[in-house]
């Protein structure tokens, strides 16, 4: 009997050893999954233009984030990753831009490019573009950084400093495109921009939809109400397998000391409710993403949280990603 146990004791610490030695894949939630091969994108960020905490304010959204900031706060971003042709692809400078970067760069374990071969604009409103100082010669001083935008966008960074600044000393290189024009990355992957409602006082605003290899995904994280685009969001749900969608606000009583005519935006409320007869399978599509630092969604343990999940859709969350 002696022996019999020491048999199974042995064998048992081999079966531990064996087990913890090896490398299970890893499973995100709310859907996402990592791949080390194919397109994947990657959520960089999902706070407001302004970020969370946002600055002096003494709400209780932020003050205590002030003596312990969570990292996991960034702006607003998603970033692409073309393993197959070692590539990667941001949406939006923002100013966390070298912590979102620096995210990209580590997809490639054995590559020395950092930067992204491509920067994509969706419009010149503050953390949306001006990440794009930091490749200028007070910081990394980079060559010819591939960035893509609209016409007015194009026309705002070439003719207005400190941006023309970029161009001229070629730290960008500026790539017009239009409103549903394709623009093709890879024989699999392409990115065609569309044009939204929004406050455009020195540019246009588009979201971009990407088409990957097997999967598409659209990216609108600023519009004005949904009623006031030509194009009908639910239609465009149809067209995609994710949707990472403008939630700047859960609802009117966040920003009862602004007038929202001034900051126009589809409440999350209010898209949960024109969504609301979708299918299950459409409105798992549907990624809340741009949350403003009053917004309870930046909260995983908040009511609203809790709401917007039981309702059968997803919040975006930092460094969560998904194979395209």
């Given at each position: 009997?002696?022996?019999?146990?020491?048999?199974?004791?042995?064998?048992?610490?081999?079966?531990?050893?064996?087990?913890?030695?090896?490398?299970?894949?890893?499973?995100?939630?709310?859907?996402?999954?990592?791949?080390?091969?194919?397109?994947?994108?990657?959520?960089?960020?999902?706070?407001?233009?302004?970020?969370?905490?946002?600055?002096?304010?003494?709400?209780?959204?932020?003050?205590?984030?002030?003596?312990?900031?969570?990292?996991?706060?960034?702006?607003?971003?998603?970033?692409?990753?073309?393993?197959?042709?070692?590539?990667?692809?941001?949406?939006?400078?923002?100013?966390?831009?070298?912590?979102?970067?620096?995210?990209?760069?580590?997809?490639?374990?054995?590559?020395?490019?950092?930067?992204?071969?491509?920067?994509?604009?969706?419009?010149?409103?503050?953390?949306?573009?001006?990440?794009?100082?930091?490749?200028?010669?007070?910081?990394?001083?980079?060559?010819?950084?591939?960035?893509?935008?609209?016409?007015?966008?194009?026309?705002?960074?070439?003719?207005?400093?400190?941006?023309?600044?970029?161009c001229n000393l070629k730290n960008i290189s500026i790539n017009q495109i239009d409103s549903l024009e394709q623009i093709q990355l890879e024989t699999n992957l392409s990115v065609i921009p569309i044009w939204v409602p929004h406050r455009d006082e020195f540019s246009e605003t588009v979201g971009y939809l990407i088409n990957g290899p097997n999967k598409k995904a659209l990216f609108i994280p600023d519009i004005d109400k949904w009623n006031k685009w030509d194009e009908s969001i639910v239609k465009w749900l149809e067209k995609v397998d994710y949707a990472f969608l403008d939630?700047?606000?859960?609802?009117?009583?966040?920003?009862?000391?602004?007038?929202?005519?001034?900051?126009?935006?589809?409440?999350?409320?209010?898209?949960?409710?024109?969504?609301?007869?979708?299918?299950?399978?459409?409105?798992?599509?549907?990624?809340?993403?741009?949350?403003?630092?009053?917004?309870?969604?930046?909260?995983?343990?908040?009511?609203?949280?809790?709401?917007?999940?039981?309702?059968?859709?997803?919040?975006?969350?930092?460094?969560?990603?998904?194979?395209?």
């Amino acid at each position: 009997m002696k022996g019999f146990y020491f048999i199974n004791y042995w064998t048992l610490f081999l079966l531990i050893a064996i087990t913890s030695s090896c490398n299970y894949p890893s499973s995100n939630v709310d859907g996402f999954e990592n791949t080390a091969q194919g397109v994947e994108l990657i959520v960089l960020g999902t706070a407001q233009d302004a970020g969370s905490p946002q600055i002096a304010c003494q709400k209780d959204c932020c003050k205590k984030l002030f003596s312990n900031p969570k990292s996991s706060r960034f702006v607003s971003s998603i970033g692409l990753v073309d393993y197959n042709n070692q590539k990667t692809y941001l949406f939006d400078a923002t100013p966390d831009i070298a912590e979102q970067i620096n995210t990209l760069s580590k997809s490639f374990a054995d590559s020395t490019q950092i930067l992204p071969d491509a920067v994509f604009l969706t419009h010149a409103h503050i953390g949306h573009y001006t990440g794009l100082m930091y490749f200028g010669r007070e910081a990394l001083g980079a060559k010819e950084v591939n960035v893509y935008a609209m016409p007015r966008m194009s026309n705002f960074l070439k003719t207005n400093g400190p941006w023309s600044q970029l161009c001229n000393l070629k730290n960008i290189s500026i790539n017009q495109i239009d409103s549903l024009e394709q623009i093709q990355l890879e024989t699999n992957l392409s990115v065609i921009p569309i044009w939204v409602p929004h406050r455009d006082e020195f540019s246009e605003t588009v979201g971009y939809l990407i088409n990957g290899p097997n999967k598409k995904a659209l990216f609108i994280p600023d519009i004005d109400k949904w009623n006031k685009w030509d194009e009908s969001i639910v239609k465009w749900l149809e067209k995609v397998d994710y949707a990472f969608l403008d939630a700047t606000f859960y609802d009117g009583v966040e920003i009862n000391n602004r007038d929202i005519s001034e900051i126009p935006h589809p409440f999350v409320i209010e898209s949960m409710e024109l969504f609301k007869n979708l299918s299950k399978a459409e409105k798992l599509k549907v990624y809340f993403i741009h949350l403003n630092h009053t917004n309870p969604l930046l909260d995983i343990n908040s009511e609203a949280y809790s709401t917007v999940l039981s309702n059968g859709f997803n919040v975006a969350r930092q460094n969560q990603s998904v194979k395209l």
